[in-house]
């Protein structure tokens, strides 16, 4: 049966909180109370095992001790993220790295975001690694993966969603992110580490926005960037 080891306090609790994804069993060197309750109340299989033996399953992470063994991470169609109300979504083009992908879902999470979507190939998918960075976040954050990020924004369109490439702040077209209107149904369209947006992905979207550097360096992280963007966008609804 297709799964991952997942791994971390926080990850581990959010799967048995969010009851998303399955659980089969819990492996715990420290007698955390919360795992083992929330393992209880999902009557998943607690194992009390040594610390080193979770090393020798995820060796060279920050694991605190705790593991649990899940089912294949449960993406989510596009269709199930554009049906919230008034829908915020964050577009990943070309993320890679997945301690980027899981801080953009925390900060997804935090705001109240409908989904975020990323592409199937040459991309990142919601590993351990992403999970453990997203602090359990992505056990409650809507994922979708779509093999076509320009149709995927034509869909987005259709669906009556305002779609914004983020762009460097020298941008002549973007427009400051606090002078844009974000309270409506809207998606944030954030590149890779290096290369930024595709150029058919942002000819795909209505408009840019970007964030003022007052320093030396001209861009954020891509996480840092989206949760600046996200909680924007929540201040403006309200």
Same mark, same amino acid.
């Given at each position: 049966?297709?799964?991952?080891?997942?791994?971390?306090?926080?990850?581990?609790?959010?799967?048995?909180?969010?009851?998303?994804?399955?659980?089969?069993?819990?492996?715990?060197?420290?007698?955390?109370?919360?795992?083992?309750?929330?393992?209880?109340?999902?009557?998943?299989?607690?194992?009390?095992?040594?610390?080193?033996?979770?090393?020798?399953?995820?060796?060279?992470?920050?694991?605190?001790?705790?593991?649990?063994?899940?089912?294949?991470?449960?993406?989510?169609?596009?269709?199930?993220?554009?049906?919230?109300?008034?829908?915020?979504?964050?577009?990943?083009?070309?993320?890679?790295?997945?301690?980027?992908?899981?801080?953009?879902?925390?900060?997804?999470?935090?705001?109240?975001?409908?989904?975020?979507?990323?592409?199937?190939?040459?991309?990142?998918?919601?590993?351990?690694?992403?999970?453990?960075?997203?602090?359990?976040?992505?056990?409650?954050?809507?994922?979708?993966?779509?093999?076509?990020?320009? #149709?995927? %924004?034509? &869909?987005?369109?259709?669906? !009556?969603?305002?779609?914004?490439?983020?762009?460097? /702040?020298? +941008?002549? $077209?973007?427009?400051?992110?606090?002078?844009?209107?974000?309270?409506?149904?809207?998606?944030?369209?954030?590149?890779?580490?290096?290369?930024?947006? #595709?150029? %058919?992905? &942002?000819?795909?979207?209505? !408009?840019?926005?970007?964030?003022?550097?007052?320093? /030396?360096? +001209?861009? $954020?992280?891509?996480?840092?960037?989206?949760?600046?963007?996200?909680?924007?966008?929540?201040?403006?609804?309200?």
């Amino acid at each position: 049966m297709k799964g991952d080891l997942i791994y971390g306090l926080r990850p581990v609790a959010e799967a048995l909180k969010s009851k998303r994804r399955e659980v089969r069993e819990v492996l715990d060197s420290v007698g955390d109370e919360e795992v083992a309750s929330e393992a209880a109340i999902r009557e998943v299989p607690l194992k009390r095992i040594r610390r080193e033996h979770i090393e020798e399953l995820v060796p060279g992470v920050v694991h605190q001790g705790v593991a649990a063994r899940v089912g294949a991470y449960p993406y989510s169609g596009l269709e199930e993220i554009l049906a919230s109300p008034d829908p915020l979504v964050v577009v990943l083009d070309g993320v890679t790295d997945p301690r980027n992908l899981g801080a953009v879902l925390r900060a997804a999470d935090g705001a109240g975001a409908s989904g975020v979507v990323v592409p199937k190939d040459r991309a990142v998918g919601v590993t351990p690694a992403a999970v453990k960075a997203s602090a359990g976040a992505s056990e409650h954050v809507r994922v979708a993966r779509e093999t076509n990020l320009r #149709r995927a %924004l034509e &869909r987005m369109k259709e669906a !009556g969603v305002w779609t914004y490439a983020a762009e460097d /702040a020298a +941008s002549p $077209l973007a427009t400051t992110y606090t002078d844009l209107d974000l309270s409506g149904s809207v998606a944030l369209v954030l590149g890779s580490e290096g290369r930024g947006v #595709r150029r %058919l992905v &942002r000819e795909g979207c209505d !408009g840019a926005v970007s964030i003022p550097m007052r320093g /030396a360096v +001209s861009s $954020l992280n891509v996480s840092v960037a989206a949760a600046v963007l996200l909680f924007e966008a929540r201040r403006q609804r309200g």
